[in-house]
């Protein structure tokens, strides 16, 4: 059965750093090649784009209000994309779910999220004032 598990987050005062991983299992994950992302959602908002990667790792694309901030990467030895936060201000509080879309490339994903394949449980993640 396809995956994707979580880890990380949590509370972290304003200017602190946090890092967010996500392992995908299954079979169709080691077979496919897989474009990974984060998304995120605060109460109350939509749903939110913040970064993806390519299957290959050339390739990554981030929402204007994380960039220079975020870095995503990933393993693909171990199918874990990772989500490096720094910065990180009081409006970057949200619930951040990774994502994982088999025919789209990241820009695409970070355009129209509706075409995402599996998304994983999501993760709270609070930056206090």
């Known amino acids: 059965q396809a995956q994707l598990v979580q880890s990380g987050g949590g509370l972290v005062q304003a200017g602190g750093s946090l890092r967010l991983s996500c392992a995908a299992s299954?079979?169709?994950?080691?077979?496919?090649?897989?474009?990974m992302g984060w998304f995120r959602q605060a109460p109350g908002k939509e749903r939110e784009f913040v970064a993806a990667?390519?299957?290959?790792?050339?390739?990554?694309y981030y929402a204007d209000s994380v960039k220079g901030r975020f870095t995503i990467s990933r393993d693909n030895a171990k199918i874990t994309v990772y989500l490096q936060m720094n910065s990180l201000k009081p409006e970057d509080t949200a619930v951040y779910y990774c994502?994982?879309?088999?025919?789209?490339?990241?820009?695409?994903?970070?355009?129209?999220?509706?075409?995402?394949?599996?998304w994983g449980r999501g993760t709270l993640v609070t930056v206090s004032s």
């Open positions: 994502a994982a879309d088999r025919f789209r490339s990241a820009q695409i994903m970070g355009v129209d999220k509706n075409g995402v394949d599996y």
């Open positions: 299954g079979r169709t994950f080691s077979s496919y090649s897989y474009t």
């Open positions: 990667i390519s299957w290959s790792g050339d390739s990554t």
